[in-house]
């Protein structure tokens, strides 16, 4: 699309997009389709967590309709590392049968792809984990006295993407080297204890011949490097949708304060959530950390979204004058939504991932009450995550598994909405549950949030 400056580009910046997503990235993947359809205008996703499957990834996104064959997507660490170049398949650097050492024994894993690797006094050398689906190479982890001493990863393809080298003591990660389709190291990252905490203190970025071209001190500098280098077309508008602005937000800065790079860039973060700590204290409470730099000086961004028209007056009451627009959270029918008298009344759902912050707990003690009134209620909690088996075990000691279902993670979202009559929200900074009509939320929280 011309404009008057030049060519137009637009970037959701974001931190991962795999097949099992948070809120916030389904939320970059419809909206991509809205610009596509609504605006002729394709753009591009970026994210910054390393992915060894990544291009496998986007492929399997657009099979399943989440993105289009047109959508562009790419990964700081596939940028460094020249993961995309069309001769990874004939690359040098392609792992092959571990058992060159002819004392080594190659033991198959009952029930699975993997095999364990022994050396001659029997002690385990390594295990080759492969995927269940196609027995494709996916990690090795080597051991040390049946402690892992370094992992690593591989494509699809076939090539080692990343080595992680290990404290036996600890588990912690000392350093990582991440290789490009040759072979040679692209990026060095290595971590030191300051104390009890363990954090990331150096990267490098390396030549083909294994000379340091770069250093940097933070991710953060090495994510500006990365937006410079595709953002340097002096002709052309950069416009910059961020969805993360606890992991953009320096970068941003850095790349915003060069000349180069002041006119021709435009940030427009968004707040997809409360944006303080206490939803019931809008006017005192401490601003939420994830968008603190963005509400605490409104100057730099060049617009922000928010939710609500309400959490756009609370915004400007607190926080002073911006360019701030609510836009609401979009909602993607398949068709004609169900009607309420076609559902199960009595039917709770709720969905996010099972962690501390999305509060599923109290949602679960509330609803011992609710069967206590109301005995043929039923609650169906959907998501991912570690904490899904404390809360299995929180429902078994209430004696609620015939009225409440932990489930999996579902990718037909609206469905689900439209089976129930209700849907709740108990996730932190709110410390109440909030209700609605499922499949036409209206939450009180300021923010929106469902």
Same mark, same amino acid.
């Given at each position: 699309?011309?404009?008057?400056?030049?060519?137009?580009?637009?970037?959701?910046?974001?931190?991962?997009?795999?097949?099992?997503?948070?809120?916030?990235?389904?939320?970059?993947?419809?909206?991509?389709?809205?610009?596509?359809?609504?605006?002729?205008?394709?753009?591009?996703?970026?994210?910054?967590?390393?992915? +060894?499957?990544? %291009?496998? $990834?986007?492929?399997?996104?657009? /099979?399943?309709? *989440?993105?289009?064959?047109?959508?562009? &997507? !790419?990964?700081?660490?596939?940028?460094?590392?020249?993961?995309?170049?069309?001769?990874?398949?004939?690359?040098?650097?392609?792992?092959?049968?571990?058992?060159?050492?002819?004392?080594?024994?190659?033991?198959?894993? +009952?029930?699975? %792809?993997? $095999?364990?690797?022994?050396?001659? /006094?029997?002690? *385990?050398?390594?295990?080759?984990?492969? &995927? !269940?689906?196609?027995?494709?190479?996916?990690?090795?982890?080597?051991?040390?006295?049946?402690?892992?001493?370094?992992?690593?990863?591989?494509?699809?393809?076939?090539?080692?993407?990343?080595?992680?080298?290990?404290?036996?003591?600890?588990?912690?990660?000392?350093?990582?080297?991440?290789?490009?389709?040759?072979?040679?190291?692209?990026?060095?990252?290595?971590?030191?204890?300051?104390?009890?905490?363990?954090?990331?203190?150096?990267?490098?970025?390396?030549?083909?011949?294994?000379?340091?071209?770069?250093?940097?001190?933070?991710?953060?500098?090495?994510?500006?490097?990365?937006?410079?280098?595709?953002?340097?077309?002096?002709?052309?508008?950069?416009?910059?949708?961020?969805?993360?602005?606890?992991?953009?937000?320096?970068?941003?800065?850095?790349?915003?304060?060069?000349?180069?790079?002041?006119?021709?860039?435009?940030?427009?973060?968004?707040?997809?959530?409360?944006?303080?700590?206490?939803?019931?204290?809008?006017?005192?409470?401490?601003?939420?950390?994830?968008?603190?730099?963005?509400?605490?000086?409104?100057?730099?961004?060049?617009?922000?979204?928010?939710?609500?028209?309400?959490?756009?007056?609370?915004?400007?009451?607190?926080?002073?004058?911006?360019?701030?627009?609510?836009?609401?959270?979009?909602?993607?029918?398949?068709?004609?939504?169900?009607?309420?008298?076609?559902?199960?009344?009595?039917?709770?759902?709720?969905?996010?991932?099972?962690?501390?912050?999305?509060?599923?707990?109290?949602?679960?003690?509330?609803?011992?009450?609710?069967?206590?009134?109301?005995?043929?209620?039923?609650?169906?909690?959907?998501?991912?995550?570690?904490?899904?088996?404390?809360?299995?075990?929180?429902?078994?000691?209430?004696?609620?598994?015939?009225?409440?279902?932990?489930?999996?993670?579902?990718?037909?979202?609206?469905?689900?909405?439209?089976?129930?009559?209700?849907?709740?929200?108990?996730?932190?900074?709110?410390?109440?549950?909030?209700?609605?009509?499922?499949?036409?939320?209206?939450?009180?929280?300021?923010?929106?949030?469902?």
């Amino acid at each position: 699309m011309e404009i008057g400056c030049g060519s137009l580009t637009v970037m959701f910046l974001n931190v991962d997009m795999k097949q099992v997503r948070t809120g916030i990235e389904n939320a970059a993947l419809l909206r991509a389709r809205l610009f596509e359809q609504h605006l002729g205008i394709v753009p591009q996703i970026l994210t910054v967590k390393y992915d +060894a499957h990544f %291009a496998e $990834t986007q492929d399997a996104l657009c /099979r399943a309709g *989440l993105v289009t064959p047109n959508a562009i &997507s !790419r990964n700081l660490y596939d940028h460094f590392q020249l993961a995309n170049r069309d001769d990874i398949d004939s690359c040098p650097n392609r792992q092959e049968e571990p058992a060159a050492d002819e004392n080594w024994r190659v033991v198959p894993v +009952a029930g699975a %792809a993997d $095999t364990r690797v022994f050396d001659a /006094r029997n002690q *385990l050398l390594m295990y080759r984990k492969c &995927s !269940r689906q196609t027995g494709v190479l996916e990690y090795i982890n080597y051991f040390q006295h049946h402690k892992i001493w370094r992992r690593d990863s591989f494509t699809t393809r076939g090539w080692l993407s990343r080595m992680q080298f290990l404290d036996i003591a600890s588990g912690d990660v000392t350093h990582e080297h991440y290789l490009r389709p040759d072979g040679s190291v692209a990026l060095i990252r290595w971590f030191a204890r300051d104390g009890q905490q363990r954090q990331l203190a150096k990267i490098q970025l390396l030549d083909r011949g294994g000379l340091c071209v770069q250093e940097f001190g933070s991710q953060a500098e090495l994510i500006a490097c990365w937006l410079r280098s595709i953002t340097s077309e002096v002709e052309r508008r950069y416009v910059m949708i961020v969805d993360k602005n606890r992991v953009f937000a320096e970068p941003l800065r850095a790349l915003k304060s060069s000349p180069k790079y002041r006119n021709n860039v435009v940030v427009i973060p968004v707040i997809h959530a409360v944006h303080t700590k206490d939803a019931f204290d809008i006017k005192h409470s401490r601003t939420n950390g994830n968008y603190a730099s963005i509400l605490e000086n409104l100057k730099p961004s060049d617009a922000v979204v928010v939710a609500t028209e309400k959490q756009k007056r609370d915004i400007v009451a607190r926080y002073g004058q911006g360019n701030i627009h609510a836009i609401p959270h979009p909602y993607e029918a398949t068709g004609q939504p169900t009607g309420f008298a076609d559902r199960q009344r009595y039917n709770v759902v709720y969905l996010a991932r099972y962690s501390a912050e999305k509060n599923q707990a109290l949602a679960i003690r509330a609803f011992a009450q609710v069967v206590r009134a109301v005995p043929q209620a039923k609650l169906q909690l959907y998501g991912h995550g570690s904490g899904k088996g404390a809360l299995q075990e929180q429902v078994k000691q209430l004696d609620l598994e015939e009225s409440i279902s932990i489930n999996d993670f579902v990718q037909d979202v609206a469905a689900v909405y439209e089976s129930a009559g209700l849907s709740i929200l108990t996730s932190q900074p709110g410390r109440r549950v909030f209700a609605s009509g499922a499949g036409e939320p209206e939450s009180r929280l300021s923010g929106g949030g469902l």
